[in-house]
């Protein structure tokens, strides 16, 4: 009796990776059978059946390989970068795919003077989501700062007074225009990596090489 081997499975988030995600996917001639912007299902089903795509939230994405949840994924830089403070085992980045493009800033509002207050030494209150990276960037500059540790719409912190600045992802710059808060400083830039499960390398690369080959190619990595 033989058993139907499962099927390569693929992390992806909704939203900006998927959607980047999808003409590398047709580069190596796949076509993904749902929309996950209209459809609820969480499993989705490719024009290969010995492929499969799993939505997971962004920043569980690291997660779900890491533990061989899913073969490979696409996560951005930012968020592999807090993932590797608390675990980095059984992870490899073989390719910047160089989509979902950003950068990470320290933003305030139009009317605070960052850099006055950097020049006084100032202690600052930082509200951001991307804990590590803002306390690595902080510390560089030998800024002193309390992180406020927060799981989304940042913009609104300094505006009622949680915190002087900011860390988080711009852009386009319409949503800090829109709250009337300026990038001053650039902390890193982002894009979106390659990461595949090291056992699921060694056990199906022959079928992982030429998937993650195409991506490589078709991104320009
Ligand atoms: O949205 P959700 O809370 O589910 O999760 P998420 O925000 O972690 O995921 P998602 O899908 O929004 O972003 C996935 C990845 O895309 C991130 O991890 C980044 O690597 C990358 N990326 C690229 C961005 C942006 N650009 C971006 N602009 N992720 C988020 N944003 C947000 C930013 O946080 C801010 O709120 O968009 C807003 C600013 O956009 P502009 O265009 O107004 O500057
Ligand atoms: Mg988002």
């Known amino acids: 009796m033989t058993s139907t081997p499962q099927p390569l499975t693929l992390a992806l988030s909704k939203g900006r990776i998927f959607e980047e995600t999808l003409p590398l996917l047709e580069a190596a001639g796949v076509e993904v059978k749902d929309d996950p912007e209209t459809s609820r299902k969480l499993i989705l089903d490719t024009s290969r059946p010995d492929l499969r795509i799993i939505i997971v939230r962004a920043t569980d994405v690291p997660t779900y390989v890491q533990y061989g949840a899913a073969d490979f994924g696409i996560a951005g830089r930012d968020v592999l970068y807090e993932h590797a403070d608390t675990h980095s085992r059984g992870l490899y980045q073989p390719v910047d795919l160089n989509i979902a493009r950003c950068r990470l800033c320290v933003a305030v509002r139009e009317n605070f003077d960052y850099h006055a207050a950097v020049r006084q030494g100032s202690r600052l209150r930082i509200a951001t989501k991307y804990v590590r990276a803002a306390r690595e960037h902080f510390a560089q500059?030998?800024?002193?700062?309390?992180?406020?540790?927060?799981?989304?719409?940042?913009?609104?912190?300094?505006?009622?007074?949680l915190a002087d600045a900011i860390v988080d992802l711009v852009s386009t710059g319409n949503t800090l225009k829109a709250n009337n808060l300026v990038a001053?400083?650039?902390?890193?830039?982002?894009?979106?990596?390659?990461?595949?499960?090291?056992?699921?390398?060694?056990?199906?690369?022959?079928?992982?090489?030429?998937?993650?080959?195409?991506?490589?190619?078709?991104?320009?990595?």
Request: net charge positive; no cysteine; glycine share 8%.
């Open 141 to 161: 500059k030998g800024v002193h700062v309390d992180i406020i540790k927060l799981y989304g719409s940042m913009e609104l912190a300094p505006l009622v007074g």
């Open 184 to 221: 001053v400083e650039d902390v890193a830039h982002i894009s979106s990596r390659l990461i595949v499960n090291q056992a699921a390398l060694k056990t199906r690369g022959a079928e992982l090489r030429p998937l993650l080959n195409t991506f490589a190619q078709a991104s320009g990595a």
